[in-house]
Structure formats: C-alpha cells, structure tokens
C-alpha cells in the first residue's frame, strides 16, 4: 500500500489585515474610487475590538476624464446662493466658482476680518460685485435664527444653500437650523431651489445614532465626525422626504480628501505625508457646484453624491442601513435643541 501525502496549507490572516481588505474593497466598490484606508483602529459597528477608521480617498484622476465641461459651465445671473464656511477650504472654492459664473453669492462666515477678505479676494478673482458677507457663528441657535431674519428681511429667493463645518453644534444642529429656517426663502425659489451638503465619506463607518453628542462612552473624535456627517445624510434623506412637493432639491455628498486649512489644522501629520497627493480646494468644491448648476432632472433627491455621480450611502459590510430609521427621533430631538416651534 502506497502511503498517503498530505499536504496542509496555513493561511494566517489577522483579523484586523482582513478587515481593512473587505473596507477597502466596499468602499472601492462603492465609490469606483481609490480608496486608501489610513489608520488601524477599525469600525466598531463590523463588531471588531477596534473602534474608528479613516478613510482616505485618492484623486480618482479616471473620474475626472469622464466629466463633462459644458456640466458646468453654465451662467447663473440672477441666482441666490448662500455659502456658509466660505472664507477657506472648500467653501472658499465653492464660493468662488459659483460667482465666477455670475451668481449673487452671500458668504456666511463667523469672523468678519477673514470674511471681508475673502469677499474682496472672490470680488477681484471673479470681477462680480453681487458678492455680500454675513457674518454668523453656526454653532449659536440664537445667531442662525438672526441670520434668518436679516434674509427674510431682504426676501430674496434662496437657489442654492451649502454648508461645510466641522463639529456637532455646526455640523448637525447648524445644519438642521439653517436648513429649515431658510425653507420659506428657498421656497420662493422653487421650483429651482436646492441645499447640498458637504458631508464625508467618512460616515461610511458609522450608523445613524440617536446619541448625538456621545454621552454614551468616551468621547472619541474621529467617531463623532462620523456620526454627525452620518446624520447630514440621513437628513438629507428625510428633508427630500419631507418637502418632496415643495420644489427644493436636497443632496448630500463626499467632496474628496482636499488639501485645506481645516486638514491642515485637524490633522497636521496626515496633511503633511499626504501633501501635494491630495484634492485641492477647487477639485474638492467641483461636484458641489456641479449640484448647483445641473438642471433637477438630472438630480435625485435624497441622494448622496461623489464625483459628479450619486453614491451608495452604506456600504456592504457596514451593517448601517436600517439606523436610518432613528432619524424620526434624531429630528425631534434637534428641533427641541433648535427651540423651533412644531
Ligand atoms: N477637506 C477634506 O478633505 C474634506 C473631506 C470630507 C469632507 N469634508 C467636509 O468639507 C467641509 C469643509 O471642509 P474644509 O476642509 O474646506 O474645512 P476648512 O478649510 O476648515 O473650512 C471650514 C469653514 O467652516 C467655517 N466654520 C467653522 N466653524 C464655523 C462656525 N461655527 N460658524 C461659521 N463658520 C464656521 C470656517 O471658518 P473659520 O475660518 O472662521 O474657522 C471655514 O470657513 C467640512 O464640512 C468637512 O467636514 C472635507
């Protein structure tokens, strides 16, 4: 009798390498991107010991081959647009770009030394005068509700709000306020009227939680981050929802990882080893504009886009799809916040 052979194959993959394989690949498949996943920590909701992530996402320099140049390169005379965060980063850029195609932009920013600066650079940059700042800190309820007025003041038709800031009073409660105390100017603009929201790719790691501020355990950065740019996006998906007969479009979307001031500041070492690798501002800035000048019909409200194109809002693995059904909750809760009446 011939003695058996055997042969036995080892293959050792450790769960955290395995892990960051299947995030890369979703998020690839996701987005169509390149996506680079930077940092160990991994997304506690795949039931891992670990408990954030970063993601990063390359310039995808195949996206950009298929835009289309006359996309945007429409005139927008006699259109309404209100940019908050628009004295850096990508909020500058949007700014820019949408007054560099005639459009009345009103900067709203929270420090009137660094907003007139950017109004007189935008005014010299693009040759358009109808560039106006108001000055506002979105963390303050009492500030976005004076803002209000002075717009209902003026009674202008609202065509086109973005927003772009960074923590849970700006980010979630900023976003909610401004949001719904402009829906009687962007009403007037109807059937054209559209808020976009710059959300982040990085919600990708986080369901929606009714635990806005995490008062539930450690508090953790990079983990709030994810939370609040998950809320825009499920908002986002319940304002199309909600107002879905009023003729307002609302979108929501994933910018790219952009060089800007707020990078710069918020993660110095990553800013550095990545530098000269990233988006600028402008590159960063393009699918907003993009939303803003596309005709309706081409949109899908609700939606979550990234690079000229709608995106999936959860990926495979995430196990985040049906948290969106807290938003109910979620917005109760910041209309009680906000101390806006019912
Ligand atoms: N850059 C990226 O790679 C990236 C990736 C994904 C998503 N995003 C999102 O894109 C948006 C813009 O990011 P960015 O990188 O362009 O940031 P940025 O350069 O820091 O710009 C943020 C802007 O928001 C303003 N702002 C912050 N807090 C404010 C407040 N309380 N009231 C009024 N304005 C306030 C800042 O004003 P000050 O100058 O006064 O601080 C600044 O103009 C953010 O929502 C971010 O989450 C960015």
């Given at each position: 009798?011939?003695?058996?052979?055997?042969?036995?194959?080892?293959?050792?993959?450790?769960?955290?390498?395995?892990?960051?394989?299947?995030?890369?690949?979703?998020?690839?498949?996701?987005?169509?991107?390149?996506?680079?996943?930077?940092?160990?920590?991994?997304?506690?909701?795949?039931?891992?010991?670990?408990?954030?992530?970063?993601?990063?996402?390359?310039?995808?320099?195949?996206?950009?081959?298929?835009?289309?140049?006359?996309?945007?390169?429409?005139?927008?005379?006699?259109?309404?647009?209100?940019?908050?965060?628009?004295?850096?980063?990508?909020?500058?850029?949007?700014?820019?770009?949408?007054?560099?195609?005639?459009?009345?932009?009103?900067?709203?920013?929270?420090?009137?030394?660094?907003?007139?600066?950017?109004?007189?650079?935008?005014?010299?940059?693009?040759?358009?005068?109808?560039?106006?700042?108001?000055?506002?800190?979105?963390?303050?309820?009492?500030?976005?509700?004076?803002?209000?007025?002075?717009?209902?003041?003026?009674?202008?038709?609202?065509?086109?709000?973005?927003?772009?800031?960074?923590?849970?009073?700006?980010?979630v409660l900023?976003?909610y306020?401004?949001?719904?105390?402009?829906?009687?100017?962007?009403?007037?603009?109807?059937?054209?009227?559209?808020?976009?929201?710059?959300?982040?790719?990085?919600?990708?790691?986080?369901?929606?939680?009714?635990?806005l501020?995490?008062?539930?355990?450690?508090?953790?950065?990079?983990?709030?981050?994810?939370?609040?740019?998950?809320?825009?996006?499920?908002?986002?998906?319940?304002?199309?929802?909600?107002?879905?007969?009023?003729?307002?479009?609302?979108?929501?979307?994933?910018?790219?990882?952009?060089?800007?001031?707020?990078?710069?500041?918020?993660?110095?070492?990553?800013?550095?080893?990545?530098?000269?690798?990233?988006?600028?501002?402008?590159?960063?800035?393009?699918?907003?504009?993009?939303?803003?000048?596309?005709?309706?019909?081409?949109?899908?409200?609700?939606?979550?886009?990234?690079?000229?194109?709608?995106?999936?809002?959860?990926?495979?693995?995430?196990?985040?799809?049906?948290?969106?059904?807290?938003?109910?909750?979620i917005v109760a809760s910041l209309r009680s916040l906000s101390?806006?009446?019912?």
């Amino acid at each position: 009798m011939q003695p058996r052979t055997s042969l036995q194959i080892h293959i050792c993959v450790s769960v955290s390498a395995l892990t960051m394989f299947l995030l890369k690949c979703a998020i690839q498949n996701a987005l169509h991107a390149e996506a680079l996943v930077w940092g160990l920590p991994l997304m506690s909701e795949l039931h891992l010991t670990v408990s954030s992530v970063c993601i990063l996402f390359q310039i995808d320099r195949e996206h950009s081959k298929n835009f289309k140049p006359e996309d945007v390169q429409t005139r927008i005379e006699g259109k309404n647009c209100v940019v908050t965060g628009a004295n850096s980063g990508i909020g500058y850029a949007t700014a820019e770009g949408l007054a560099s195609r005639g459009a009345t932009v009103y900067l709203v920013c929270r420090n009137k030394e660094r907003g007139e600066a950017a109004l007189s650079k935008i005014q010299s940059m693009t040759g358009n005068k109808s560039v106006y700042l108001e000055v506002c800190d979105l963390s303050s309820v009492s500030e976005i509700k004076s803002l209000a007025s002075r717009f209902y003041s003026k009674d202008v038709p609202v065509h086109v709000l973005t927003r772009y800031e960074l923590n849970f009073a700006v980010n979630v409660l900023g976003t909610y306020t401004t949001t719904e105390l402009m829906l009687p100017l962007l009403e007037k603009a109807a059937p054209d009227a559209r808020v976009i929201t710059v959300s982040s790719g990085g919600m990708y790691t986080a369901p929606l939680t009714k635990d806005l501020q995490f008062s539930d355990s450690n508090f953790d950065g990079v983990e709030q981050y994810a939370r609040n740019k998950r809320v825009q996006v499920a908002l986002t998906e319940k304002w199309a929802e909600m107002y879905n007969n009023e003729g307002i479009g609302f979108y929501s979307m994933h910018p790219g990882w952009a060089e800007t001031p707020g990078v710069a500041k918020s993660l110095p070492s990553f800013s550095k080893s990545f530098s000269g690798k990233l988006r600028s501002s402008e590159e960063g800035a393009d699918t907003i504009i993009w939303l803003a000048l596309q005709a309706k019909e081409k949109l899908a409200s609700g939606s979550f886009y990234f690079d000229r194109a709608e995106a999936p809002k959860h990926l495979t693995f995430a196990a985040t799809r049906d948290s969106h059904a807290a938003i109910n909750s979620i917005v109760a809760s910041l209309r009680s916040l906000s101390a806006l009446s019912l």
